[in-house]
């Protein structure tokens, strides 16, 4: 029997330890399953390679409560340790590893919970413990060891009766972590953490049906059937899939692989994904992963910490800020990198330059699966676009990279569902929408049925109207103007048509100047000056008499400013303002004009003020509730 101190200059490091990890003390379960994992993988290597006179077989790793005993045991069928290699390892190297790790972080709270970096992993069962055995056989020809800590620097160390090789830890939980002796509790972490261990996990057993038993049907004397019960049978309960989809290369996988493989990820998840995204780079650094596509709506708040990031099919987190780009944070699905440090702080991971190029390779690739989506099948790319357009216009707005390859597959579909490339668009529109200073003017609708109106006057005029209405479409709108030559966008409710695309060829007015003052006059005495800016236009005289629109420069930047950006401006405290566009070529504007009572005058006014509220969704409350009764006072 060895007994001994453990070589520290911390005098008990074990406190400390549970102290700077303690809000992440259910982890220690993820490491010893990953160190037991790890054990098990080396001998599959040895024995490969020969250097192991072994045999690897089926090894699993189990985990056992204990309840009674108060003993939480894992075990695995592993490379196992001589009592030399305990010395070695678990005496001196972990702590090393943790006297680095207190020196390090002893002053940086919480978000330092560095644990497998340090090679800490086997010390965090003291969070929960308060003594820890191994026993241990090796692989080599040599007695079993048993190795037992108190959480003091001091150990003991002797020879043990275990004949299996592989290691059995023993976690003695302490009274105030007596949560890790609950089934519910050890099945929703090896759940969260070890799904997609490459070893098969062992959790107790269950009840099947025998597949090897055939129940028998039997009639009575009356002829009715009777099935004998299925035979049930106990088998050992692996709680994980150690070949999940994103281990195999995609030839080896159909569609319906890909989506029983996001079923299992999103039990709770009903509708099938769009499509699917394969990753698998091994230089220069090494990633997998599946990433899908869900039906998306208009929503940008919505829940992001849907994609699993795994090292080695390790479950590490759900938050992978930086590293995916943000805008594919929307997506879901898995990626896996032996390059991403385990227990790292985010600022850690952000400053990290494989993380970086990580990021990058995922934006290039995710554009590139978009583009064959494209090409391959536009029409079903078409009828996807407004599932997925909300991550493609965000991406093109983050991401310069992507916003360059976007061009490729980026949709602008038009009120009448026909849908165009940025290339296909401009060649479409070059000859109509080019205004006199030979700039080419983008028609747009946010809603088709409350801009119906402005939309067929565009319409009338041979004009294309695309229709954008996602929440972000003002800022991409703005990315467009300034990245491409020689366009703008204006909304067709933005003024009247002719002044959105002004072509050489001016409508002369029907008023004589003495005759538009006099209007202009009478109008800003009866109008609201603090809602709407008179503006008097020689227009067809079939166009509408009163028109309300609404400015693009401050109705956008006011956009833009609700959904971050554009706040420099400071419209977003404005108070809402309109042009009164007023067709000075209309009969009822002339009527108004002549008609001899000031009274009827401000009626006539009032009526078409409202009018045209009404046709912009402006009227409402009181005021529609007047114009109502008013409008039937007419008819009487």
């Known amino acids: 029997m060895a007994k001994g101190n453990i070589n520290v200059s911390v005098e008990n490091i074990f406190p400390l330890i549970k102290k700077f990890l303690y809000s992440d003390h259910e982890i220690f379960l993820r490491e010893l399953i990953s160190n037991a994992t790890d054990a098990t993988l080396k001998l599959k290597h040895l024995t490969s390679i020969g250097e192991a006179k072994v045999e690897y077989g089926n090894p699993i790793i189990e985990v056992k409560i204990d309840k009674e005993g108060k003993k939480l045991h894992i075990i695995d069928q592993g490379i196992g340790m001589t009592a030399e290699e305990v010395e070695k390892y678990i005496n001196q190297v972990a702590f090393s590893g943790a006297e680095e790790f207190l020196d390090k972080y002893k002053d940086a709270g919480k978000d330092a919970g560095i644990i497998g970096h340090f090679g800490l992993g086997f010390y965090s069962a003291f969070m929960v413990a308060d003594k820890v055995e191994i026993i241990t056989k090796s692989y080599k020809d040599e007695p079993a060891a048993h190795w037992t800590c108190d959480g003091s620097p001091e150990f003991t160390l002797v020879e043990a009766d275990k004949k299996e090789r592989g290691t059995e830890i023993i976690l003695h939980i302490s009274e105030d972590e007596q949560e890790f002796l609950e089934e519910a509790r050890i099945r929703e972490l090896l759940t969260k953490y070890n799904k997609f261990m490459p070893i098969q996990i062992k959790f107790g057993t269950k009840e099947i049906n025998d597949p090897d038993f055939t129940p028998k049907t039997t009639k009575d004397k009356d002829g009715k059937e009777t099935t004998e019960p299925h035979k049930q049978i106990t088998v050992d309960d692996i709680i994980n899939n150690p070949d999940p989809a994103w281990t195999k290369q995609p030839a080896d996988l159909e569609d319906e692989d890909y989506k029983k493989f996001y079923r299992e990820l999103y039990p709770m998840q009903f509708e099938e994904p769009l499509f699917n995204i394969h990753l698998n780079v091994d230089y220069p650094f090494n990633l997998t992963g599946i990433l899908y596509f869900p039906k998306m709506t208009n929503d940008l708040n919505i829940q992001k910490d849907k994609i699993q990031l795994y090292q080695n099919q390790v479950f590490v987190t759900d938050n992978v800020e930086g590293i995916v780009p943000e805008f594919l944070t929307m997506l879901r699905g898995v990626i896996d990198s032996p390059d991403i440090p385990l227990n790292v702080s985010r600022s850690y991971l952000q400053a990290d330059g494989n993380v970086k190029k990580i990021s990058s390779y995922i934006t290039r690739k995710v554009a590139d699966k978009l583009k064959s989506l494209f090409n391959n099948n536009r029409e079903d790319f078409e009828k996807k676009w407004d599932d997925i357009k909300i991550v493609i216009e965000y991406g093109m707005l983050s991401e310069e990279k992507f916003f360059e390859k976007a061009d490729a597959f980026a949709l602008y579909p038009t009120v ?178 002549n008609t001899k009572t000031r009274k009827k005058q401000e009626r006539l006014i009032n009526q078409s003020l409202d009018l045209a509220r009404l046709s912009q969704g402006l009227l409402k409350g009181e005021e529609l509730t007047n114009f109502i009764k008013r409008s039937y006072d007419m008819i009487k």
Do not use: C, W
């Open 416 to 593: 009448d569902g026909k849908y165009y490339t940025f290339e296909e668009l401009t060649n479409a529109i070059k000859a109509k929408q080019t205004d006199k200073d030979d700039k080419m003017v983008i028609l747009y609708a946010s809603n088709k049925d409350e801009q119906h109106s402005y939309i067929q006057a565009a319409k009338d005029k041979g004009y294309e109207v695309l229709l954008l209405d996602s929440p972000i479409v003002s800022h991409l709108m703005q990315k467009l103007e300034t990245s491409k030559e020689n366009i703008s966008f204006a909304r067709v409710d933005a003024d009247h048509i002719d002044n959105l695309i002004k072509k050489d060829d001016t409508t002369i007015s029907k008023l004589s100047d003495e005759e538009k003052t006099k209007l202009d006059e009478l109008l800003k005495d009866v109008v609201p000056s603090e809602k709407f800016m008179v503006q008097l236009e020689a227009m067809d005289s079939s166009a509408s008499p009163f028109m309300i629109t609404q400015p693009e420069f401050m109705r956008r930047m006011k956009e833009m400013q609700q959904t971050g950006g554009g706040g420099m401006f400071g419209m977003g405290n404005m108070p809402e303002m309109y042009n009164l566009v007023v067709n000075t070529n209309h009969d009822l504007v002339s009527e108004i004009l």
